[in-house]
């Protein structure tokens, strides 16, 4: 079984930052791409921030040049650090992997439970 432990949410004042924090844990034996997707109330969950295992990044139109994805392959870890926060970055964040388990052949993709950030002043 594997879990994505997340942590780092909070309530900032437009224009700090955050950074969030994604580890899995489990039977692991790779892990292809991790990412951070985003869900505010009303609206559909969408792409922040997505990073292949060689390093390679792509992001939301909206949070190019302020977030930024990063990940540790030695700890199984991403994260993303969110600069000059905004109002409307304001929404649940979830990490999200694709894994490949031990003794499974296919990877599967993995959620982790959430967690709010919340911009306002």
């Known amino acids: 079984q594997v879990q994505l432990v997340e942590s780092g949410g909070g309530l900032v004042q437009p224009g700090e930052s955050l950074r969030l924090s994604c580890a899995a844990v489990?039977?692991?034996?790779?892990?292809?791409?991790m990412g951070w997707y985003r869900q505010a109330p009303g609206k559909p969950r969408e792409l922040v921030a997505r990073?292949?295992?060689?390093?390679?990044?792509n992001y939301a139109d909206s949070v190019k040049g302020r977030f930024t994805i990063s990940r540790d392959n030695a700890k199984n870890t991403v994260y993303l650090q969110m600069n000059n926060l905004k109002p409307e970055d304001t929404a649940v964040y979830y990490c999200?992997?694709?894994?490949?388990?031990?003794?499974?052949?296919?990877?599967?993709?993995?959620w982790g439970q959430g967690t709010q950030v919340t911009v306002s002043s």
């Open positions: 990073i292949s295992s060689g390093g390679s990044s």
């Open positions: 999200n992997a694709n894994i490949i388990r031990v003794g499974l052949p296919y990877p599967s993709d993995n």
């Open positions: 489990g039977s692991i034996l790779r892990i292809n791409f």
